[in-house]
Structure formats: structure tokens, C-alpha cells
């Protein structure tokens, strides 16, 4: 049987070693200014609640390769997570991959926030906070690192051997920071960015600066919430996928006319959205998009195939 008829099986390795970060943040900012277009392809987002741990399921699509994803993750509530993604060739009209997708999720949220600070921060060397320790904080201080973008990065998690692990194994000529409290690690930042599941508000007001960009990252699914009252209000406001960030993101908490303020990331980085005019500071609400997996599931198989990564099934034998 060719390979044309079957199926390119990749593991989570085979898929961490197709991704670099700037084909990802290449892959990710075009998806995220193809969503705020009028022609980008429909996209489906649900939770499944389940004792102990949520089910999420995102399909969605691009034209160009004509990639259609769809994804089922399956996160416990205690942070970890594991999944796979159904890769389909909507021109062919065939199933082309299955591809584990605990990397590529916490991968594409990470190149998602380092594509929009580099879009949002215009100071030069910013003061950076991290929020959260765990796999997509991880990826995002690698992506970050990738930037060269700041030499200080302080960092809380609720397990302070971890905040303290991420401190002592980042780069050389880097301060580095591990914070006993998230007001010692947002205070006077620059940059703050929250990886957490947190399902109560761990960023107060008071503690943040006037000036402050603040990319929330966290927040996906029903209850979960990182930011505090106040906060939304007091910002100029971006989405990644604005539908779904007003249904069970960060959005989804401020009054409907307070929400309805956010526009899509996706046209600033176009260009066709000049600064907000107003509030000084920012805040970025990302629920993750299926279109962006499409985009970086397209990445990934190309650099995979090209380098003849993986292994071939056929389901139908």
C-alpha cells in the first residue's frame, strides 16, 4: 500500500522535534490574522465536563494547505494533559495524520504569546512576569528566551519548588526571579503573562502598573479565571478568538458592553487596527483557536514528512 493511502502516525517526540520557534510564530501570527478576516473558515470549540477533568474538543480549519484539525484533549484538574489530533485533508477528503498533541497544544499557546508581545511591548528590555510554572509557562519563557526579549523574568507558581527550578535553569546573563507571592512578581512589570488552570483570580489590580500589558493565557474553559475584578475594565482589550473568549475566557466575566470593547488580535497584527485609543493598559484574553492548530498541524506535518519523521498506519486494513 503507497503512502499516499495511509496514515502519518506521529508521537509526541517525533512532534516536538518538527517544531521550531520561528516557523511557529510564523504559522501562528498568519492563522491569527487569517481569523480576524471575514472569509476564515468556521470553527467548532466544547467542553465536556467530566468527574475530575475536562474533555476539549476544537476542529477547525485553512485553506491553504487545505488542513482540517480536530482535537481532543483530555486535561485533569490537576494540570496535566493528553490528547491526540485527527489531521484531515478537506481537499483529498481524507484522514492524512494523527499526531499527539500535549506539545503542540502548550507549544502554539506559547508562540501565541510571545507573537503578541512582540506586537503589544514597545519598551525595549521590558520587566517580565511570569504566572504559573507548568508546560505552556515553560514553553513560553523558551519562547520568549528564543526573543531575546527581556534579561529579567520573575516567575510565581503555587508550587514554589517549581518557580524555584525555572529561576535556577534559565540561561546565563539572565536575572531571574522566583516570587513567593504573584504581587512580588507582577510589581512594576512590564509584561505580565498567566499560565494557570487557576479557577479563582490570582492577579489583583492594585498590584499591577498603569502601563502594563497583560497576556492571559490561562483561562479556556468554564471557571476558570486568573485575572480580578477590575482589571478588564480599566484596559484596552484584544482576543484571539473573541466568540469563544466571551463565552469562557477572561471576557466572559465583565459586564456584555464592557466585553464587547475587545477586538481581534488578529487585526492589529494585520495592521488594520490602529492602538486603542482610552486606557494605556492592555490586555490580551487567548482561549486558543482551532484555526491556529490547523495552521501549526500544517506546519508540522510538512517539516515531518520532509525529514521522513514517523511511522505509517493503515486504520482500513
Known amino acids: 500500500m503507497q503512502n499516499e493511502e495511509r496514515i502519518l502516525l506521529l508521537s509526541r517526540r517525533e512532534v516536538r522535534e518538527a517544531m521550531t520557534w520561528p516557523t511557529l510564530f510564523e504559522a501562528c501570527r498568519g492563522a491569527l490574522i487569517g481569523l480576524a478576516s471575514p472569509d476564515a473558515l468556521p470553527s467548532i470549540s466544547a467542553q465536556l465536563p467530566v468527574p475530575g477533568a475536562s474533555l476539549h474538543l476544537k476542529a477547525g480549519a485553512i485553506l491553504t494547505p487545505p488542513i482540517l484539525s480536530v482535537k481532543a484533549n483530555l486535561r485533569p484538574d490537576t494540570g496535566s494533559t493528553s490528547g491526540a489530533i485527527l489531521a484531515f485533508d478537506h481537499g483529498d477528503q481524507r484522514l492524512r495524520a494523527i499526531l499527539a498533541s500535549a506539545d503542540l497544544t502548550a507549544m502554539r499557546t506559547a508562540a501565541i504569546a510571545a507573537v503578541t508581545a512582540v506586537e503589544l511591548v514597545e519598551k525595549k528590555n521590558p520587566r517580565i512576569a511570569l504566572i504559573g510554572a507548568g508546560p505552556v509557562a515553560r514553553y513560553t519563557d523558551e519562547a520568549l528566551t528564543h526573543l531575546h526579549m527581556s534579561d529579567e523574568i520573575r516567575i510565581w507558581s503555587r508550587n514554589g519548588e517549581h518557580s524555584r527550578t525555572m529561576a535556577e535553569t534559565g540561561p546565563l546573563g539572565q536575572n531571574r526571579i522566583a516570587c513567593a507571592t504573584v504581587s512580588e512578581a507582577v510589581k512594576d512589570a512590564d509584561l505580565v503573562i498567566t499560565c494557570t488552570p487557576s479557577r479563582l483570580p490570582l492577579v489583583k489590580p492594585e498590584d499591577l502598573s498603569q502601563d502594563v500589558i497583560v497576556l492571559a493565557m490561562g483561562a479556556d474553559s468554564p471557571g476558570k479565571r486568573e485575572l480580578g475584578a477590575g482589571i478588564l475594565e480599566s484596559s484596552n482589550l484584544y ?55 490547523a495552521a501549526v498541524v500544517a506546519m508540522t506535518l510538512g517539516i515531518a514528512m520532509e525529514s521522513g519523521s514517523g511511522s505509517w498506519i493503515a486504520l482500513n486494513d
Open 239 to 293: 482576543a484571539d478568538v473573541l466568540g469563544d473568549a466571551l463565552r469562557v475566557g477572561e471576557l466572559a466575566y465583565i459586564a456584555t458592553e464592557e466585553a464587547q470593547r475587545a477586538i481581534p488580535i488578529g487585526t492589529r497584527l494585520a495592521k488594520s487596527q490602529n492602538v486603542l485609543a482610552g486606557n494605556t493598559r492592555i490586555v490580551f484574553d487567548s482561549v486558543g483557536s482551532s484555526a491556529v492548530d
